[in-house]
């Protein structure tokens, strides 16, 4: 089973500012079967990149994913006060089951 | 519009049983992969289990297996979770998500509100 690793726990910036989100497998994540989710408070999660890099419906381009092998990063850039939530990513690259990271807190300062 | 709509959660006594069911609109339900997921309060998403589209396979996390079923009705376009023996540490909000993408590699691009499962004496 990979374990995935999320940095920081909590990340504190202010609106307008770059927030960077890394995600880090305990194995290679085959052909980066990466995505990550937005979950905010008493909400369901929402899809807001697959492939590692590639956006879902929507998502504006403020939002980009990278990486490859075992490191991943989120970064969204000139923070609007609706990005502030919780991230998840998800590898679903091996076999069963999928895991998810433990999740980021992105907070304003 | 693509919806997900749970339903079943509730109180239960640890040792009792519970059925979540899923219904599902806008789309072809029996093509797609449908993943359960569960958040423990304060917690992180858990990968609970999935099932295929129209054959049926199935798979579980350890911490399920053997106490939970993971089926679906194709013809009632809903997807059933049976969780049975539980314990307190299955209280969470268990969410019921769609799969795109293949079988063996797909990611959830539509997800429900939840369903509250509270596991107490």
């Known amino acids: 089973e990979i374990v995935l690793t999320q940095s920081p726990g909590t990340l504190s910036l202010s609106p307008g500012e770059t927030a960077t989100l890394s995600c880090r497998a305990s194995q290679g994540v085959s052909s980066t079967y990466l995505a990550w989710y937005q979950q905010k408070p008493g909400q369901a999660p929402r899809l807001l990149i697959y492939?590692?890099?590639t956006r879902a419906t929507g998502i504006p381009d403020r939002f980009s994913g990278s990486g490859s092998g075992t490191d991943f990063t989120l970064t969204i850039s000139r923070l609007e006060p609706e990005d502030f939530a919780v991230y998840h990513c998800?590898?679903?690259?091996?076999?069963?089951?999928?895991?998810f990271g433990q999740g980021t807190k992105l907070e304003i300062k | 519009e693509v919806q997900l709509l749970e339903s079943g959660g509730g109180l239960v006594q640890p040792g009792g049983s519970l059925r979540l069911s899923c219904a599902a609109s806008?789309?072809?339900?029996?093509?797609?992969?449908m993943t359960w997921v569960r958040q423990a309060p304060g917690k992180g998403l858990e990968w609970v289990s999935v099932i295929s589209g129209s054959s049926g396979i199935t798979y579980y996390a350890d911490s399920v297996k053997g106490r939970f079923t993971i089926s679906r009705d194709n013809s009632k376009n809903t997807l059933y979770l049976q969780m049975s023996s539980l314990r307190a540490e299955d209280t969470a909000v268990y969410y019921c998500?769609?799969?795109?993408?293949?079988?063996?590699?797909?990611?959830?691009?539509?997800w429900g509100h939840g369903t509250t499962v509270i596991v107490s004496s």
């Open positions: 806008g789309f072809m339900f029996s093509n797609y992969a």
């Open positions: 492939g590692a890099s």
């Open positions: 998500a769609k799969g795109r993408g293949t079988w063996i590699n797909h990611f959830m691009d539509v």
């Open positions: 998800q590898q679903y690259g091996s076999s069963f089951p999928y895991t």
